[in-house]
């Protein structure tokens, strides 16, 4: 081929590099030999339990009718998040998990010679997004190890039209409480739309969190994004929602494709809404393996980042990639975070007990070698 496609690309798009997930538990047994059922996967921030059985009766139930498209606006499913939260349907925007939201986002508000603001240490697809539309990505050092919000509103210029902040934060599990954020939001020009991006709230107990729907009514320039990925199982079916001032969600809607979420995963995020009892056992599990985690990390002298989400962050004080590959030679896989800027961490999701018991015992012996 005599044509470099590459040079064609946007200037931005040419400095990214593709977001790379978790290792796949199929791909590693082909790698390595190994047998799959043996493979521990604490990688990608997945719930351990598996789905719901009301989720699987609820895509059963929608089997027989795969050859139709699905209903393009969602309208089940926005009613049920409209009535669970207590905003209006024209408040919400489904996507297809909540990547999703944050590239409408994107597409909707940046354009060259705009900017968005985002911590250090923040989650991959911000400046993704961002530099894909041709926007210049400002990411702000980070304050141990989590967002620094003065520091990002210091950030905040004439070209500034978004600024995204993840509580609790991905990878580090970092969070900022209710005058925090109070604090925070008072404070951004109101012509700048924050994405609070709440990926893993449901793991927080009580109070424990600072609920960004409850500030929507103050700040018509707040968005919040949330997901049925990690708290209600749904890694695989990508469906996540906005939730936002009416004009926000009628622009992000212009550019929304057409069925963007499935009808499996509609019906199942319908069912995974209803069912509590579920959303109990995820945060309790979450809590008993995070305990766990923090317990062996100890007993084996090692530091951590403390984490309110379903993943934790340890540092192994040196260069972690021969460690992770190490892992992966016995078939466990977490994720190294030096493309983060964190060379000396792993971040490891929360296992059931015995997939944790089982991480513990091989980080052990690899460390003893």
């Known amino acids: 081929m005599s044509c470099d496609f590459l040079s064609l690309a946007q ?51 929608e089997l027989d009718e795969l050859t139709r498209y699905p209903d393009g606006n969602g309208f089940v499913l926005k009613q049920r998040l409209a009535e669970r939260y207590g905003v209006e349907i024209s408040q919400v925007t489904l996507g297809n998990g909540s990547n999703d939201i944050l590239e409408l986002v994107a597409r909707a508000y940046l354009a060259p010679g705009l900017n968005a603001v985002f911590s250090e240490h923040a989650f991959a697809v911000y400046p993704i997004a961002t530099q894909a539309v041709g926007a210049q990505a400002k990411a702000v050092p980070a304050k141990q190890w989590g967002h620094d919000l003065d520091a990002m509103l210091a950030a905040i210029d004439d070209n500034t039209r978004v600024v995204f902040i993840a509580n609790p934060n991905n990878p580090t599990g970092t969070w900022f409480g209710d005058d925090a954020l109070a604090a925070f939001l008072a404070a951004v020009p109101e012509r700048v739309l924050v994405v609070l991006d709440e990926a893993y709230i449901e793991y927080a107990e009580g109070g424990a969190l600072p609920d960004g729907l409850t500030f929507l009514a103050r700040h018509p320039n707040l968005l919040v994004s949330r997901t049925f990925s990690k708290a209600y199982g749904l890694a695989a079916l990508r469906v996540g929602y906005a939730i936002c001032a009416p004009v926000i969600a009628d622009v992000l809607n212009r550019v929304r494709q057409p069925f963007n979420v499935n009808s499996l995963a509609l ?96 980080l052990e012996q690899v460390l003893a070698r």
Request: hydrophobic share 45%; net charge negative; with cysteine.
């Open 11 to 61: 200037p931005g798009v040419q400095q990214l590099s593709p977001y790379i997930p978790g290792k796949p538990v199929d791909e590693l047994a082909r790698e390595l030999g190994l047998d799959p059922l043996a493979i521990v996967k604490l990688a990608s921030n997945e719930n351990p339990l598996g789905p719901s059985p009301r989720v699987i009766e609820a895509i059963r139930n």
């Open 267 to 362: 019906a199942a995020a319908c069912a995974a809404l209803d069912d509590a009892e579920y959303l109990a056992l995820s945060r309790a599990c979450n809590s008993a393996g995070m305990q766990q985690l923090e317990v062996g990390f100890r007993r084996l002298g090692l530091q951590w980042i403390p984490s309110r989400a379903n993943f934790i962050a340890v540092d192994l004080g040196f260069d972690a990639a021969p460690v992770n590959q190490a892992l992966l030679r016995e078939g466990v896989i977490v994720r190294p975070v030096a493309g983060y800027g964190m060379p000396t961490f792993l971040r490891v999701s929360i296992g059931t007990e015995s997939e944790n018991a089982r991480f513990l015992a091989v």
